[in-house]
């Protein structure tokens, strides 16, 4: 049988808890950061994510955050700016949706930046566009054709 090397299984991963809920100090962006909404996950630990700038970058979720803080659609994180690379970005930080709301209301976020949803920039129920999800038929006698 093989040995022992580690000091527990999956579960022993799976059940540390860090207690993130508890309420923690906002941060704010610092010179080389910007706030950006995520688009869509990639896989590998990678998302595509539209910043506040206008710009859209392929970010890297560092490894601190890696399977600890689970980042979806939508959600509003502080990326980190490379100095040689403008197309790629570093997620440092995930904000909570509580936080992401104060930080539109301090005017960090500006006010098109949707909060409270999936994905960025999908359709208001009030626009023209989403009147096209369902397919009409005529009714025709059955025998005619």
Same mark, same amino acid.
């Given at each position: /049988?093989?040995?022992? !090397?580690?000091?527990?299984?999956?579960? @022993? !991963?799976?059940?540390?808890?860090? #207690?993130?809920?508890?309420?923690?100090?906002?941060?704010?962006?610092?010179?080389?950061?910007?706030?950006?909404?995520?688009?869509? /996950? +990639?896989?590998?630990? @990678?998302?595509?994510? +539209?910043?506040?700038?206008?710009?859209?970058?392929?970010?890297?979720?560092?490894?601190?955050?890696?399977?600890?803080?689970?980042?979806? #659609?939508?959600?509003?994180?502080?990326?980190?700016?490379?100095?040689?690379?403008?197309?790629? #970005?570093?997620?440092? &930080?995930?904000?909570?949706?509580?936080? #992401? @709301?104060?930080?539109?209301?301090?005017?960090?976020?500006?006010?098109?930046?949707? &909060?409270?949803?999936?994905?960025?920039?999908? &359709?208001?129920?009030?626009?023209?566009?989403?009147?096209?999800?369902?397919?009409?038929?005529?009714?025709?006698?059955?025998?005619?054709?």
């Amino acid at each position: /049988m093989p040995k022992n !090397k580690g000091k527990g299984g999956k579960n @022993r !991963k799976r059940g540390k808890n860090e #207690a993130d809920d508890e309420k923690r100090e906002l941060v704010f962006k610092e010179d080389g950061q910007e706030y950006a909404q995520v688009l869509r /996950m +990639l896989g590998n630990g @990678r998302c595509e994510a +539209l910043c506040i700038d206008g710009t859209k970058r392929l970010c890297h979720i560092r490894g601190k955050m890696h399977k600890k803080v689970w980042i979806a #659609a939508g959600d509003i994180v502080l990326v980190g700016l490379r100095d040689y690379q403008d197309d790629k #970005a570093d997620v440092i &930080l995930k904000y909570m949706p509580d936080e #992401a @709301r104060l930080l539109k209301a301090y005017g960090e976020l500006p006010e098109n930046v949707r &909060l409270n949803e999936g994905i960025a920039g999908g &359709l208001d129920e009030d626009e023209e566009g989403g009147a096209d999800d369902y397919i009409e038929f005529e009714d025709e006698d059955i025998d005619k054709i």
